[in-house]
């Protein structure tokens, strides 16, 4: 399994980013796929879910991300996606693809499988 992010940057409060996340190894449509951010000195929380498997897709967002962040996924192309709208300060973490076969909870250390992460850094 192998996953690869990028599109983080540098930005300045009200812009905008587009994550990617590229998925290998393993039957991506089939599984559950997050982001997950974390910021120095913080715990890694997840911005947003999106199921996988044969029934239609639904997403889950953090109240932070809500109405400014989008979660998607192309699964003939085997990636995920995180638009990310109206940023602030408080976005600047960095930024984690996690997959998981099955579990769909917010606690981190239960995913299966993990990129290396992409910098975000927002500034006023």
């Known amino acids: 399994v192998r996953l690869v992010e990028s599109g983080g940057g540098s930005v300045q409060a009200g812009g905008s980013l587009r994550l990617s996340c590229v998925a290998s190894?393993?039957?991506?449509?089939?599984?559950?796929m997050s982001w997950f951010r974390q910021a120095p000195g913080s715990e890694r929380e997840r911005v947003a879910l999106?199921?996988?498997?044969?029934?239609?897709?639904?997403?889950i967002y953090a109240d932070s991300a809500k109405g400014r962040f989008t979660i998607s996924r192309d699964s003939a192309k085997n990636i995920l996606y995180l638009q990310m709208n109206a940023l602030n300060t408080k976005d600047t973490a960095m930024y984690y693809c996690a997959a998981d076969p099955s579990y769909g909870g917010n606690m981190w250390s239960k995913w299966d499988y993990w990129g290396q992460g992409t910098q975000v850094t927002v500034s006023a």
């Open positions: 999106i199921s996988g498997g044969g029934e239609a897709a639904y997403t």
């Open positions: 190894g393993f039957d991506f449509s089939q599984y559950q």
